[in-house]
């Protein structure tokens, strides 16, 4: 009870604590700042007036507020604001709920809202999910057409930002790009991008890039575009309909910016939508209503909250006929759909570009078959995966689990396999047998008696490696360097069940050949015939990274730099790109993680954290399982059971990991 009271004090004096200091730092770089009272000027659009708004918080800094695309004017008027909007692009409270960002709390008043934290106030109960309190938002004027070059199969366009653009959490680039591409009679690309500053883009060998192919017959879709603003529709051809329109009243028709990109498509009143995972929620999602974020995490399933997967893919059935949008993408977004008469679906992503694929149908198996197709078809199982199954945490040791079969036999009930969880490990080690209640002897003598009556044995496998010298698979990793770095170029520490523990890093080709060492040599000893990957988000204890992990914990009291280090990474993360800067382990705009906008870091890795590809875990992190269910897939087909198809099923996944294996839920949560 006491630490429920104290922690939150403590975080709330830590806050001012934090922003006194910001705002001491910007009194001292006064020194170095000629300090005037700021006159209006109608030419300049930073000059100081009255209805100005205000930009900033208590105790930001110049850059925090330059790089928030407003105006810094330190002033000796003691009304002036220091930071705030530019003129011509003021605030406003006229903001769309899809758009709407939460700047309140649970029981937030409107007179805490307004006066203290300048936020707007207009409740809306008609709309689920629709925040009370929010920020104000300028309006943004979005791109015009400049160029356009087409051919039999392909539409490229130049758009160029109309004038200064909306800079909300970031600049707004001044040129995109727009290639349509129709590749099949059903499947229509359309990328958007930034032509002069490339950014992170899904690998073609991680996730296909479908390509286009011979067409026999007309399309089954129109694509067409307007100037100014830029906006695009697809219409279906048989019938006419509109199926996709980024022309939405009230909507921003496009936002770029290098950490938030926004489009909204337009739907029909009470749309049939389904898709967009990994959530417990209803299969057809809320038409009053939904906001889905898309960000892997280790969660016991809570209803209505991101969970384990992302699939940026949804389905819509429309007049009798079905449809579907899949985003390339794998950086962590909010998806809502907003009632109304037209209704709206928006897209706010936090990095990459803008890659979607549409398909036409236009059945519904006819969408998921064209989809499959871009991203992989499921993997076919062994044939007896199909049969029945017995799993549970619990089974302390050898002779319970047989008991387990024995008993299945003795009441004539079919038994295909038989799992074991973390109980068979020593330690809650990955590739080791506890000596007392898992002897390898026995177990390899378990499962020869399984064969026999054919059936079979599944374990768990976790990625996270104990750090322990002396134990083969960490000292393995470290003499092959394979596993993720932290922004310091150190193996980053994260915490779960063996304790402190190292990552492969699955893009690093020195992993392949590791994890195949290690899987090998383990089924050299014990034939099982099949792996369940779990806690592959990647879930960690620690938020972000563990800090002095080889210290015992509260051993002596942090000083205030320390504490400073731990509750404030580094604000600023370099990108790959030249001449930029990433917020990436607080990026400007907060998607919806965990139902309450939680940190990135939160229950898994730094987000500053480095693959050996160059790529940050920040644009990474909702593709880890993805990569260890295809590392796995690979050796297992080609090195350990050739001949034999592979049997994996894996709790974290994106869009085309079923090539690779197939998904458990992870654990739920009973409900009454």
């Not at 170095?32 to 205000?54: A, G, K, L, Q, R």
């Not at 992170?200 to 060998?205: A, L, N, Q, R, V």
């Not at 990274?545 to 210290?551: A, N």
């Amino acid at each position: 009870m006491f630490s429920l009271i104290f922690y939150p004090i403590f975080s709330i004096l830590l806050f001012f604590l934090n922003s006194w200091l910001n705002l001491k730092t910007s009194l001292e770089s006064l020194s170095n700042e000629s300090i005037n009272i700021n006159v209006f000027n109608d030419n300049d659009v930073c000059s100081f007036s009255n209805s100005s708004n205000d930009c900033g918080y208590f105790g930001i800094t110049k850059e925090q507020c330059e790089y928030r695309g407003c105006c810094w004017r330190p002033s000796t008027d003691p009304k002036a604001k220091w930071c705030f909007y530019k003129k011509g692009k003021e605030s406003t409270c006229s903001v769309d709920p899809a758009t709407r960002v939460d700047c309140g709390y649970l029981g937030i008043t409107e007179k805490e809202c307004v006066n203290a934290l300048n936020c707007c106030w207009n409740p809306r109960k008609d709309v689920i999910g629709a925040k009370y309190c929010y920020f104000r938002k300028k309006s943004c004027d979005g791109y015009k057409v400049i160029k356009s070059q087409k051919s039999d199969r392909r539409l490229i366009i130049d758009l160029e930002l109309i004038g200064e653009g909306c800079n909300n959490y970031g600049l707004d680039p001044k040129f995109l790009k727009l290639l349509v591409e129709y590749q099949t009679i059903d499947r229509l690309r359309v990328k958007i991008f930034d032509p002069v500053n490339s950014r992170y883009e899904i690998p073609e060998d991680v996730v296909p890039i479908p390509q286009p192919e011979t067409m026999k017959s007309e399309p089954l879709y129109h694509f067409s575009y307007s100037d100014n603003p830029f906006t695009f529709s697809i219409t279906r051809a048989s019938t006419g309909e509109q199926i996709i329109n980024t022309k939405v009243l009230g909507m921003d028709s496009l936002v770029f910016e290098e950490q938030y990109m926004e489009i909204t498509f337009k739907l029909p009143n009470d749309p049939f939508i389904y898709g967009l995972g990994e959530i417990v929620q209803t299969l057809r999602r809320n038409p009053k209503g939904t906001f889905q974020t898309l960000w892997s995490r280790d969660a016991a399933t809570p209803f209505s909250e991101n969970v384990y997967g992302v699939q940026p893919f949804y389905m819509e059935i429309r007049n009798g006929s079905a449809h579907g949008v899949f985003l390339r993408n794998s950086n962590g977004m909010d998806v809502s759909i907003v009632p109304g008469n037209p209704a709206k679906l928006n897209w706010k992503v936090i990095g990459g570009i803008f890659d979607f694929y549409f398909f036409l149908g236009p059945t519904p198996s006819d969408v998921v078959a064209q989809y499959t197709k871009a991203v992989g078809r499921p993997a076919l199982p062994p044939y007896w995966a199909l049969g029945y199954h017995q799993c549970r945490w619990g089974y302390n040791n050898l002779t319970v689990l047989s008991n387990v079969v024995e008993m299945f036999r003795h009441h004539h009930i079919p038994l295909e396999t038989i799992w074991t969880d973390l109980d068979y490990m020593e330690g809650f080690k990955d590739f080791t047998w506890n000596p007392r209640n898992y002897p390898k002897n026995e177990v390899s003598l378990f499962i020869k008696k399984l064969h026999e009556n054919n059936q079979h044995y599944v374990v768990i496998v976790d990625p996270g490696i104990k750090i322990e010298p002396g134990y083969i698979p960490h000292d393995e990793g470290l003499s092959k360097n394979v596993f993720i770095k932290n922004a310091k170029g150190k193996n980053i520490v994260g915490l779960v069940w063996p304790g402190f523990t190292t990552f492969p890093d699955w893009f690093n080709e020195n992993t392949t050949i590791y994890w195949e060492n290690m899987i090998k040599e383990w089924l050299d000893e014990i034939h099982l015939d099949g792996l369940w990957l779990d806690m592959n988000e990647p879930a960690n204890w620690c938020k972000g990274e563990c800090i002095d992990f080889d210290k015992i914990i509260f051993q002596k009291l942090p000083n205030f730099k320390e504490i400073q280090e731990k509750i404030n990474p580094e604000f600023f993360s370099v990108s790959s790109k030249p001449n930029t800067i990433r917020n990436l382990n607080n990026p400007p705009y907060r998607i919806n993680n965990g139902g309450n906008r939680m940190s990135l870091n939160e229950l898994t890795l730094s987000m500053d954290a480095v693959h050996s590809n160059g790529a940050v875990e920040y644009d990474v992190h909702n593709l880890y399982g993805h990569m260890e269910s295809k590392v796995t897939y690979k050796i297992w087909e080609e090195k350990i059971r050739k001949g034999k198809r592979p049997f994996l099923i894996t709790r974290s996944t994106f869009s085309g990991t079923g090539k690779y294996a197939g998904h458990w839920t992870g654990m739920y949560l009973k409900r009454q």
